[in-house]
């Protein structure tokens, strides 16, 4: 009965070869968020669709984009990846927002860049 | 500059006796509060929330207190199980902000190991 499912759990991947991440959900919730764990540090917000409505943060580097084709499933790709986006990435949904929605996080997938 | 702080990145606690968790964050803006609980492997599930216009939220063996004027809230855990032992996330956010003040803004967080 998983609800939010991310594929691959780990991606290894060489500099500047572009990896893309996936996340579905089972849920039917309106809003899916990317966030980028680094070690030791807070999960970090990428970017969010609310519905078809994409929202990027300000700070997000251009490198990462994303995409949802339908309600289920969302994807980042990272076009060029440096030593730098090694982290953990975060997929979570919420009904709706602001984020007193309680959102509902995947197990996450891990990338390593050679 | 971090928004939200979580000074203790681990916690020891006897099985039995409470477990205190501490956050604080710097942005007036924020309103709502909330807790996420970590297991290895797993992502972040939700555990408890305030909102400003409250000072305590009780749930069983979990009760967040806010204080605002000091912009701190603490995560008590009575009695302490192994069982809670993970990572237990801060996040703070606006209820009545558009645009980037609705996105939850986590702190690093802190590691509890219950020992039996």
């Known amino acids: 009965d998983a609800m939010v499912i991310q594929n691959p759990r780990y991606q290894v991947t060489q500099f500047g070869k572009p990896v893309t991440l996936s996340c579905s959900q089972t849920?039917?919730?309106?809003?899916m968020y990317w966030y980028q764990q680094k070690s030791s540090q807070a999960p970090k917000l990428l970017f969010h669709?609310?519905?078809?409505?994409?929202?990027n943060e300000a700070d997000t580097p251009d490198n990462f984009q994303s995409r949802r084709p339908n309600t289920s499933f969302c994807f980042l790709d990272i076009r060029s990846p440096g030593l730098g986006d090694a982290a953990m990435y975060l997929c979570?949904?919420?009904?709706?927002?602001?984020?007193?929605?309680?959102?509902?996080f995947g197990p996450g997938t891990r990338l390593t860049v050679l | 500059d971090q928004q939200v702080k979580q000074n203790s990145p681990s916690l020891s606690v006897q099985e039995g006796r409470i477990s205190i968790l501490n956050c604080d964050y710097t942005?007036?803006?924020?309103?709502?509060f909330l807790w996420y609980k970590k297991y290895p492997a797993e992502g972040p599930t939700f555990l408890i929330s305030?909102?400003?216009?409250?000072d305590k939220n009780e749930d069983g063996r979990f009760t967040v207190f806010l204080n605002k004027s000091a912009k701190h809230l603490s995560l008590h855990i009575v009695p302490s199980q192994p069982g809670d032992s993970a990572v237990y996330f801060c996040?703070?956010?606006?209820?009545?902000?558009?645009?980037?003040?609705?996105?939850?803004?986590f702190g690093k967080g802190t590691k509890l190991s219950v020992k039996p």
């Open positions: 942005n007036s803006m924020f309103d709502y």
């Open positions: 305030i909102s400003s216009i409250k």
């Open positions: 996040a703070c956010t606006s209820m009545n902000y558009g645009g980037s003040q609705g996105n939850l803004i």
């Open positions: 849920l039917n919730h309106n809003v």
């Open positions: 979570a949904t919420s009904r709706g927002f602001p984020s007193t929605d309680t959102q509902y």
């Open positions: 669709y609310y519905d078809k409505d994409f929202n």
